[in-house]
């Protein structure tokens, strides 16, 4: 159980994600102990911080803007947990993806195939 001082938030670049987030996860990280601060999109997060986060850098297939092609969304994205940060999305796209390709090379970062979340 994490201590009930611990804050949390997740980020996700698409709207979409936010509304599938809020109504799947919120509730479990409650339950574990969590004090989900917030869920949001990047934007959404500027000048918040959290002690961890969840960062969902997955896909979809909608039109519109990539916002994982700004960087300073990314640079956002990835400076509002203070303690620890966990990034989910497919490792193929991250590869691709120039702004997180390098942190695929880090020691501190472990990849799993498939973490099955949400269904």
Known sequence: MVPSLASFSVICAYKPQVDLIKSKITPELK???????KVGTIDSMQGYET??????IT????SGQNYLEDSRRINVALT?????????GKRDEVREN???SDLLE?????????LPILK
């Open 80 to 88: 509002r947990a203070r303690f620890g940060l966990i990034i989910f």
């Open 98 to 100: 120039p702004h997180f």
């Open 51 to 56: 002690d961890f986060g969840l960062l969902s």
């Open 31 to 37: 339950a574990a102990g969590f004090k989900t601060e």
């Open 59 to 62: 896909k979809t297939n909608f």
């Open 106 to 114: 880090l020691p501190c970062v472990r990849c799993a195939d498939s």
